[in-house]
Nanobody
């Protein structure tokens, strides 16, 4: 079992930045690929970043590429999401999730993730 806790959300103005953290407890976090997802009201949960278990590979959809950066510190059992140039449409609850597949590769499919945090609200004001 892995327990995930997100933090770092809040209210920010358009163009601002936030850094989200996902702290893990339980099994060795370095064995898991991790994804950051977001869900806005009335919309489906979508991936905004992914990182392999080693940290050597990352993924971003076009909607956030160049503005979001995912990183991890396996010694601290933490994955980060640095978000910059935020827009009102980025307002959502942001979740981190861990995939226990031993290959440790990134998957974009949310159903493949086994463990989820409770989410942290990000609100971008115009």
């Amino acid at each position: 079992q892995v327990q995930l806790v997100e933090s770092g959300g809040g209210l920010v103005q358009t163009g601002g930045s936030l850094r989200l953290s996902c702290a893990a407890s339980g099994r060795t976090f370095g064995n898991y690929a991790v994804g950051w997802f977001r869900q806005a009201p009335g919309k489906e949960r979508e991936i905004v970043a992914g990182i392999s278990k080693s940290g050597g590979t990352t993924y971003y959809p076009d909607s956030v590429k160049g503005r979001f950066t995912i990183s991890r510190d396996n010694a601290k059992n933490t994955v980060y999401l640095q978000m910059s140039s935020l827009k009102p449409e980025n307002t959502a609850v942001y979740y981190c999730a861990a995939d226990s597949n031993p290959l440790g590769l990134i998957t974009r499919t949310r159903e493949r993730y086994d463990y989820w945090g409770q989410g942290t609200q990000v609100t971008v004001s115009s």
